[in-house]
């Protein structure tokens, strides 16, 4: 959500922001609301003084035996004129919101200008593709040969876009998210939380998933949603409360199945496991103050890519352009994995800082040290990593010409001691 005060103190620039993400102007008919609600207010507080004053008036004449059936008179039409200026003065009020909400975040200057992701810039990258010395399969050819990746039963029970993964490749899964929560939590000094996979409206409004994306959510017969990533709960645990400044920065992450409908994705990456319905994630947020934002997004981006140092796959870091940055972010990092098996580099972790975006929707402030300020507090969020995606970077990289899978040695304390996975 956007600061009303700020659009009226620069129109012009908030316009320049929406344009970099090629929106129209949007300021004109927000403080045309603005001005109308400030009017009524305006003649409101007017309208009160007035009729505060015919009280007295009537009071006194009604005290003296005076004729006070013109005050009365008076004070009867301008309880009519308030309740209509109430009325005005409200329903302004009400579609300010509405005309913000529905608004992306201002981006970072320093975000590259682009319509889409042909303009994202790499910034670093680790590692080079390696040569397999032989022509290396994508994961589907790889799962499936092993018996281990089951797309067809999937669809039997639940449609396309899921998949059953069996035996040595769900461990693998498993130990994934074993690695990646013990690597954050007693390294990176992340607290780990259990959070519902369930969430409210509110919930889902604060993290700025509606109203926008509710057609890319899964929702309940009783109105509640599925979340599609732990980052709604993990930032709306903050919702609504005012936290010390000394207890700044708050780190916490989590691992949860994550559901998305796809909507608009239809035949894009219909095979293998890149885009699925549900899948499961490790979840990074960050709850900070303003002055330490865009520290921690690197921070945080840093924490991400000792995930795929660790387990030894190339990967690089993806600053996105205007056109390719999410809703509620000012700026994002993609961090994308060398997929030998599809010959291309895949995303497999988004950080981004939305700076006061979200904390304002969900009324998350914080009390300076010295209990003179409340302000709001930023919140950022970081794919630490995708389970899926990292399972299938690590099949495609390490597969053998025999159709078996080498295990990187970080994960095999995971496995059991398990060095290969094989048929």
């Not at 995708?386 to 295990?407: C, F, K, P, T, W």
């Amino acid at each position: 959500m956007h600061d009303i005060r700020a659009i009226r103190a620069n129109a012009a620039a908030f316009d320049a922001a929406l344009a970099r993400r090629g929106l129209a102007s949007a300021s004109a008919d927000i403080l045309a609301r603005d001005a109308e609600r400030r009017a009524a207010q305006t003649a409101l507080q007017e309208k009160q003084a007035r009729r505060n004053a015919l009280s007295r008036e009537i009071g006194q004449g009604k005290r003296t035996g005076a004729d006070t059936v013109a005050q009365e008179a008076e004070a009867t039409a301008l309880r009519a004129e308030m309740e209509a200026l109430e009325k005005q003065a409200a329903a302004a009020d009400e579609a300010i919101p509405r005309l913000l909400e529905v608004l992306p975040n201002v981006l970072d200057p320093e975000v590259p200008d682009g319509p889409d992701e042909s303009a994202n810039v790499v910034l670093t990258q680790h590692g080079e593709p390696r040569d397999l010395g032989f022509e290396p399969k994508p994961h589907w050819d790889l799962g499936e040969a092993l018996g281990m990746m089951d797309f067809a039963t999937a669809a039997k029970m639940a449609g396309a876009r899921f998949t059953i993964l069996r035996g040595p490749l769900a461990r693998l899964e498993r130990a994934l998210g074993q690695f990646m929560l013990d690597l954050h939590t007693g390294q990176h000094g992340y607290t780990e939380m259990v959070v519902p996979s369930l969430v409210n409206d509110a919930a889902a409004y604060g993290t700025d998933k509606l109203p926008k994306f509710g057609d890319t959510m899964f929702r309940t017969t009783d109105g509640r949603w599925l979340i599609p990533t732990a980052e709604v709960p993990l930032t709306a645990s903050v919702m609504g409360e005012i936290l010390a400044e000394k207890d700044l920065p708050i780190r916490v992450t989590a691992l949860t199945d994550c559901f998305r409908s796809e909507a608009g994705a239809a035949g894009r990456d219909t095979r293998g496991m890149i885009r699925q319905h549900q899948f499961r994630k490790v979840e990074l947020v960050s709850i900070t103050h303003p002055d330490q934002s865009t520290a921690e997004h690197e921070r945080m981006t840093g924490c991400a890519e000792t995930v795929l140092r660790l387990l030894g796959v190339p990967f690089r870091r993806v600053v996105l352009s205007a056109g390719d940055t999410g809703f509620g972010a000012v700026k994002t990092y993609d961090l994308e994995v060398w997929m030998p098996g599809q010959q291309a580099w895949r995303e497999i972790s988004s950080c981004s800082n939305t700076r006061d975006f979200q904390a304002r929707r969900m009324n998350a402030r914080f009390r300076s040290a010295d209990g003179k300020t409340v302000a709001y507090v930023n919140t950022l969020n970081g794919s630490g990593v995708a389970l899926g995606r990292a399972m299938i970077a690590v099949m495609e990289n390490y597969q053998q010409a025999d159709g078996s899978i080498l295990l990187p040695d970080v994960l095999r304390a995971y496995m059991g001691g398990v060095e290969r996975i094989a048929a």
